[in-house]
T-cell receptor, first 122, second 107 residues
Framework: EVQLVQSGAEVKKPGESLKISCKGS????????IGWVRQMPGKGLEWMGI??????????NPSFQGQVILSADKSINTAYLQWSSLKASDTAMYYC?????FGAGNSPFDSWGQGTLVTVSS | DIHMTQSPSTLSASVGDRVTITCRAS??????LAWYQQKPGKAPKLLIY???SLESGVPSRFSGSGSGTEFTLTISSLQPDDFATYYC?????????FGQGTKLEIK
């Protein structure tokens, strides 16, 4: 069974850094892209970007480029989303998700993590 | 970037109704379109991919159609479990943007 398990909720202050994780199991982690999706409180889904753990090829939504960094460590089947300096506007639920097609970034997400709630407040 | 617009934003309907949600793309995306269902506090669930292909395990009352720039999601006979928010997403060229969502409410 494919599973994506995300790290727990975080409460941070503006200006702090943060790295959240998404651990995959039940499939060959290195050969499927992993995407990240933001959902601000009461709002819709926003596609942030995707990373291919096999070679760390990364595609960013221009709206998020320079604001976050996607990374992955295929040796421990884990993808990461990180910020160097959080803002209050980063408060949101963040989901990792796996596309349904092997090796294809342009494929819809059929497996999702449970979400990581990030709260940024002074 | 390709912009996705859903209509309506909110839809009130009753159990047993047939409902249709529309999604329009700002440029042609062939059939590279997916539909998701999201319930409060839960991750989205994939319903339809490639515009009209039903994901495994999804009830047959859900169907999708369209190509190019205009797409629809139809629920043939609403069940109590179907009241949720629905999103379309293109996956033609990145960024693979989502529509703004359609909240399906009980009338």
């Amino acid at each position: 069974e494919v599973q994506l398990v995300q790290s727990g909720a975080e409460v941070k202050k503006p200006g702090e850094s943060l790295k959240i994780s998404c651990k995959g199991s039940g499939y060959n982690f290195a050969t499927y892209w992993i995407g990240w999706v933001r959902q601000m409180p009461g709002k819709g889904l926003e596609w942030m970007g995707i990373i291919y753990p096999g070679d760390s090829d990364t595609r960013y939504n221009p709206s998020f480029q320079g604001q976050v960094i996607l990374s992955a460590d295929k040796s421990i089947n884990t993808a990461y989303l990180q910020w160097s300096s959080l803002k209050a506007s980063d408060t949101a639920m963040y989901y990792c998700a796996r596309p349904r097609s092997f090796g294809a970034g342009n494929s819809p997400f059929d497996s999702w993590g449970q979400g990581t709630l990030v709260t940024v407040s002074s | 970037d390709i912009h996705m617009t859903q209509s309506p934003s909110t839809l009130s309907a009753s159990v047993g109704d047939r409902v249709t949600i529309t999604c329009r793309a700002s440029q042609s995306i062939s059939t590279w379109l997916a539909w998701y269902q999201q319930k409060p506090g839960k991750a989205p669930k994939l319903l339809i991919y490639k515009a009209s292909s039903l994901e495994s395990g999804v009830p047959s009352r859900f169907s999708g159609s369209g190509s190019g720039t205009e797409f629809t999601l139809t629920i043939s006979s609403l069940q109590p479990d179907d009241f949720a928010t629905y999103y379309c997403q293109h996956y033609n060229t990145d960024p693979f943007t989502f529509g703004q969502g359609t909240k399906l409410e009980i009338k």
